[in-house]
């Protein structure tokens, strides 16, 4: 074999040892891009189950605040826990767009890498795998798109306490509120269903992702 012949081919072989190392950094990659999104919602939706409750606790405080006591300190740290949860509101809407727009690209080339496995046994259960991660993503995505929409009527009800409260914040003006304040913890929990379900999604969606071995069988 000549020299030239001989160069042509390490060059072939280079070329084709670049390209499968590609491919497959190009596969992981997708693969930790996804991990990264759900981690990132993991962290977000913790956060934001966390601030519904302590926004719910300065709520109830405000409301059980002793005859003679002064309700501007529980009123102020009520208010900043309504501007806290209503930036969590606009963070849980960002994550689901977010998600939903990119669940594409993250599963189309998983399908398409999975349909040039050769091996049917292989392929079928790669398949497998796919479908059952798409399966939890998609309920992460459900449950967080019902988490912004259930935070409609309760981030109305937040500001309607704090409207009325702002030119009446007396003893009388708690107890006109009570009605509201009665939906207000109903609608929280309704928000708070929906958080904790995209938490048990994502949750799953992370172990299954993670790159770590498991046990022997």
């Known amino acids: 074999m000549s020299l030239k012949q001989r160069l042509s081919g390490a060059r072939r072989l280079a070329l084709t040892i670049g390209l499968a190392t590609t491919m497959a950094a190009t596969g992981f990659a ?7 999104s759900v981690g990132d919602a993991l962290g977000e939706a913790n956060a934001t189950k966390s601030q519904l409750a302590a926004t719910m606790g300065a709520l109830n405080a405000l409301l059980a605040t002793k005859p003679g006591g002064d309700l501007r300190p529980a009123y102020q740290t009520y208010i900043e826990n309504v501007d806290k949860t209503k930036k969590d509101a606009t963070i849980t809407k960002a994550r ?5 727009g990119d669940s594409a690209s993250y599963f189309n080339s998983w399908k398409s890498d999975n349909q040039s496995i050769k091996n049917a046994k292989l392929r079928k259960v790669a398949d497998k ?7 939890d993503y998609r309920s992460a995505l459900a ?19 704090q409207t009325a409260l702002s030119n009446d914040l ?3 003006g708690l107890k006109a509120a009570k009605g509201v304040f009665k939906q207000a913890n109903k609608d929280h929990k309704n928000v708070q269903t ?18 770590v071995a498991g046990p022997k069988e």
Not at 96 to 100: A, E, L, T
Not at 150 to 156: M, V
């Open 170 to 172: 007396t003893a009388n």
């Open 96 to 100: 689901f767009d977010q998600m939903n």
């Open 194 to 211: 929906e958080v904790t379900k995209a938490l048990q999604h994502l949750g799953a969606m992370q172990a299954a992702l993670a790159p």
């Open 129 to 135: 795998r796919l479908a059952a991660v798409q399966k």
């Open 30 to 36: 997708g693969q930790e891009a996804l991990m990264k």
């Open 143 to 161: 449950a967080l798109q019902g988490a912004s929409a259930k935070f409609t009527p309760f981030l109305s009800d937040l500001n309607d306490i």
